[in-house]
């Protein structure tokens, strides 16, 4: 079977770390593009189709709650799995109230990051076939063949 590469946005200020997870999840056969801070992230949103972001919940600037709102304002198809370093599972727990996919502690547990990032990208494909089958009842709705 042939793996359908998810298009992975990876949002944080960290460059080590961006570095070594990029690497890993292209390893992996994803298709990554990344940014290093939250208004860098929504930019490349409006260029680039993306399946997933793995955002940071800690970053200067915008932060990760921020970034998330805004994303799910203006792209409320793209899941989002946050990131936080800093223990704060509150904020973590904030961030799914506000439609996040999941959560993950830093130094995430590789394996955890792979599946919750596929359970993600179906969960958008998902999503994504409800409203291809809606529009077509709709338009056959609208031609009279329903």
Do not use: C, W
Not at 16 to 39: C, H, P, Q, W
């Amino acid at each position: 079977m042939i793996k359908i590469p998810t298009k992975v946005l990876l949002v944080d200020d960290e460059q080590d770390f961006v570095e070594m997870l990029s690497l890993r999840l292209n390893e992996m056969g994803e298709k990554i593009t990344v940014a290093y801070s939250g208004r860098e992230g929504l930019d490349t949103l409006e260029k680039t189709d993306i399946d997933v972001v793995i955002l940071d919940i800690k970053m200067p600037g915008m932060d990760g709650i921020e970034t998330l709102r805004e994303i799910k304002k203006k792209f409320p198809l793209v899941e989002v799995i946050m990131l936080t370093g800093h223990g704060s599972t509150e904020t973590a727990v904030e961030g799914m109230k506000l439609g996040a996919f999941d959560y993950l502690m830093k130094p995430a547990d590789f394996a955890d990051l792979s599946t919750k990032l596929e359970a993600a990208r179906k969960r958008k494909d998902e999503q994504e076939e409800r409203i291809r089958k809606a529009e077509v009842k709709l338009l056959l709705r609208r031609s009279g063949d329903i």
